[in-house]
């Protein structure tokens, strides 16, 4: 059986809280507060340096830049967004170098560059079209889940930025982070 009950927050904030584990006893009980954490938000830009065209580990950057918020989390999400349409982000293998050097090869296969490519958009050179598709391909947004003031990724998972230009250009990144 289901007992409904309204409390209230630290802030005094009224919330609906269903329970199948309280007795009707303890629910109609108004001195029962439950301490709920309120949610809390986090933003800050990064501008990353330019780096060559190929896939980059960037997990410590991003670390280093957002720890001490971070830190201040038990649980949340951390959203990473990129605002440029030429570049990628994706969580890949952090280990071994060789994973960025392949997946750089297979997106120049599967994406014709230079003058032979079937691209229209060519305004701002031969390679911005294919690094428009690649960007498409990977995205430009990341959540990634927080656990005790750390990212909870697996083992060999890192944060990756993916350069698809020819030229060399910083990238600007926003982390949002909330939870409690």
Request: aromatic fraction near 8%.
């Amino acid at each position: 059986m289901q007992f409904c009950s309204s409390i209230c927050l630290t802030t005094k904030v009224p919330v609906r809280v269903q329970s199948l584990h309280m007795n009707s006893t303890t629910v109609n009980d108004p001195s029962f507060i439950a301490a709920v954490p309120i949610p809390k938000w986090s933003q800050k830009t990064i501008v990353l340096p330019p780096l060559k065209r190929g896939c980059h580990l960037i997990t410590s950057k991003i670390v280093k830049e957002i720890q001490p918020d971070l830190s201040g989390f038990q649980c949340g999400l951390a959203h990473l967004f990129l605002h440029h349409t030429s570049a990628s982000l994706t969580i890949n293998e952090n280990y071994d170098y060789d994973v960025r050097d392949d997946t750089e090869t297979f997106l120049n296969r599967i994406v014709p560059e230079g003058p032979s490519a079937p691209w229209k958009h060519t305004l701002e050179g031969p390679d911005d079209m294919p690094a428009h598709i690649k960007s498409s391909m990977f995205g430009c947004a990341l959540t990634i889940p927080i656990s005790t003031g750390k990212l909870n990724m697996g083992t060999w998972q890192g944060i990756w930025l993916c350069e698809h230009r020819d030229y060399p250009t910083a990238r600007t990144l926003v982390v949002t982070l909330n939870g409690i």
